[in-house]
């Protein structure tokens, strides 16, 4: 007995590198480093910029998209209400609309600030994230970069409400509402909230990619998508 334990000891001594290798090759992660899976996730979220943000950036990419369409701050619905009460419907609704255009616009020229945080992001704990919520990808994105992309994005949605005229329509509403007896009277920071509302827009958008690549097969196009995210349906079974 102790002849033949002794032999099988020998026999894995001299293959039980090769078979042991092989095995771990076997497993769910098929050997996957962090930095390839790392690489997997920057790439789901890469193509939730390419697929899903940059819808945001067409006509009513924003006002007619239920997910991310910027509603008024709770300061300005009461400007809403009383210009309707008045008969000004159209004028409040060109308000509304003017929000969603600055944040269309402002998308389009910010999405390359996107595009280089995620190049520069570094996953410390690539495997948990992988194995973690539905959206663990993107809400790490938004923890690492939300401050950095607001101070890069806020000038650009300044700009673009110039560009889209939103500007001068809220000048016009907010003085018309001033001028109403016994209101008291809103001096709204619109560039700031459609700032942080477009942001919310980005990271929603991005996170619907995330969710369709991690619960769909078919939406993982390359093969970094495929390899890792194998790895995420082998730990759900």
Not at 94 to 111: I, M, P, S, W
Request: proline letters at 3%.
């Amino acid at each position: 007995m102790i002849k033949k334990i002794l032999s099988l000891v020998l026999v894995m001594s001299l293959f039980g590198c090769a078979e042991l290798q092989q095995v771990v090759n076997q497993l769910p992660q098929g050997g996957l480093s962090n930095a390839d899976i790392a690489a997997g996730l920057r790439q789901a979220l890469d193509f939730g910029i390419d697929k899903q943000v940059t819808k945001l950036t067409q006509k009513d990419g924003f006002y007619r998209n239920e997910l991310v369409k910027i509603l008024l701050p709770e300061e300005l619905q009461k400007v809403d209400k009383a210009l309707r009460k008045i008969g000004l419907s159209s004028l409040a609704d060109e308000g509304l609309k003017a929000l969603n255009r600055a944040a269309e616009d402002a998308v389009k020229e910010a999405t390359p600030i996107f595009v280089d945080a995620v190049k520069d992001i570094t996953f410390d704990d690539a495997k948990n994230i992988l194995l973690g919520e539905q959206n663990a990808a993107t809400a790490y994105l938004e923890d690492r970069t939300s401050q950095a992309l607001y101070d890069k994005f806020h000038p650009v949605i300044q700009n673009s409400f110039s560009k889209v005229g939103a500007d001068q329509i809220w000048n016009n509403l907010i003085n018309r509402y001033n001028s109403l007896p016994l209101v008291n009277p809103v001096n709204p920071d619109l560039t700031d909230y459609v700032t942080g509302e477009a942001l919310d827009g980005v990271y929603t958008m991005i996170a619907v990619e995330e969710k369709q690549i991690r619960s769909k097969v078919s939406a993982r196009t390359t093969d970094l998508l495929r390899k890792v995210f194998a790895l995420q349906d082998a730990q759900k079974n």
